[in-house]
Antibody, heavy 117, light 108 residues
Framework: EVQLVESGGGLIQPGGSLRLSCAAS????????MSWVRQAPGKGLEWVSI???????SYADSVKGRFTISRDDSKNTVYLQMNSLRAEDTAVYYC???????????WGRGTLVTVSS | EIVMTQSPVTLSVSPGERATLSCRAS??????LAWYQQNPGQAPRLLIY???TRATGIPARFSGSGSGTEFTLTISSLQSEDSAIYYC??????????FGQGTKLEIK
């Protein structure tokens, strides 16, 4: 079955770090553009980061310098390392596969990150 | 950054009627636009890409149109399960990919 499964979310204090994982099955992450998209409680969708090709990456300005996206091809898994977390990073984080570098054609169920003291 | 603006914010339509949702881009995105449906507590689902192409498994009552800066998602013959939030997204200029703020569709 073709699917994405996120994990690693939880409650973390401001300034803390967390690493999210996105395990893919039924396709190969290394041959696809893969992104993280987040959704704050009651809010819309916000693109966070992308990894593609030979580990090329890009980030939203809101997370640049604090978040790092990476990939383990042997595990067919994408990661999002989140450092210096802020209250405004509280959201459900979705992993998503892209058709080429275009739209998001496959989404995981998401993992909730709550940044609070 | 391209700003996507959706209207209306909320739309209430009776079953069997037609719903028309709009999305405007702050500059031309050509036909590089997608629509997603999101039900409460669920991940978004791709409905339309390239402005007018239905994704796999999407019913024919969903249709998209437009190009440049003005786009429309039309849902004909509304059914109760169509109640959801709908988002548009441009992928012409990135980073960043940008989404509209969403339209909440309610079935009367």
């Amino acid at each position: 079955e073709v699917q994405l499964v996120e994990s690693g979310g939880g409650l973390i204090q401001p300034g803390g770090s967390l690493r999210l994982s996105c395990a893919a099955s039924g396709f190969t992450v290394s041959t696809n553009y893969m992104s993280w998209v987040r959704q704050a409680p009651g809010k819309g969708l916000e693109w966070v980061s992308i990894i593609y090709g030979g580990n090329k990456t890009s980030y939203a300005d809101s997370v640049k310098g604090r978040f790092t996206i990476s990939r383990d091809d042997s595990k067919n898994t994408v990661y999002l390392q989140m450092n210096s977390l802020r209250a405004e990073d509280t959201a459900v984080y979705y992993c998503a596969r892209q058709r080429f570098y275009w739209f998001f054609d496959l989404w995981g169920r998401g993992t909730l990150v709550t940044v609070s003291s | 950054e391209i700003v996507m603006t959706q209207s209306p914010v909320t739309l209430s339509v009776s079953p069997g009627e037609r719903a028309t949702l709009s999305c405007r881009a702050s500059q031309s995105v050509y036909s590089n636009l997608a629509w997603y449906q999101q039900n409460p507590g669920q991940a978004p689902r791709l409905l339309i890409y390239m402005a007018s192409t239905r994704a796999t498994g999407i019913p024919a009552r969903f249709s998209g149109s437009g190009s440049g800066t003005e786009f429309t998602l039309t849902i004909s013959s509304l059914q109760s399960e169509d109640s959801a939030i709908y988002y548009c997204q441009q992928y012409n200029n990135w980073p960043p990919y940008t989404f509209g703020q969403g339209t909440k569709l309610e079935i009367k």
